[in-house]
Nanobody, 121 residues
């Protein structure tokens, strides 16, 4: 069974940090680029950060560049997102998934439940 389980969210004050984790199962994690996405209420899901399959190349949305760091551990089928200097506009539900939509469709990788991040004083 293909599964993605995100964790690590919570309530944090502006300027604070959180570390999100996503554990995958049921597909060959190590060959796929993985990404973190987020969706705020009333907004579309947006791409936040991407790691290539080996973890050697990463990309970030301009809004999080310099504050967020994506990493992965292929031995543990895990992808992480270290979030520093958090801002209220980072408030959203965060999801991990493959970067490639076609891979998601072919492999039957559905979205997990996500993890809620709330940045507020």
């Amino acid at each position: 069974q293909v599964q993605l389980v995100e964790s690590g969210g919570g309530l944090v004050q502006p300027g604070g940090s959180l570390r999100l984790s996503c554990v995958s199962s049921g597909f060959i994690f190590s060959v796929h680029a993985m990404s973190w996405y987020r969706q705020a209420p009333g907004k579309e899901r947006e791409l936040v950060a991407t790691s290539d399959s080996a973890g050697g190349s990463t990309n970030y949305a301009d809004s999080v560049k310099g504050r967020f760091t994506i990493s992965r551990d292929n031995a543990k089928n895990t992808v992480n997102l270290q979030m520093n200097s958090l801002k209220p506009e980072d408030t959203a539900t965060y999801y991990c998934n493959t970067r490639n939509n076609l891979v998601r469709v072919v492999a039957g990788i559905k979205w997990g439940q996500g993890t809620q991040v709330t940045v507020s004083s």
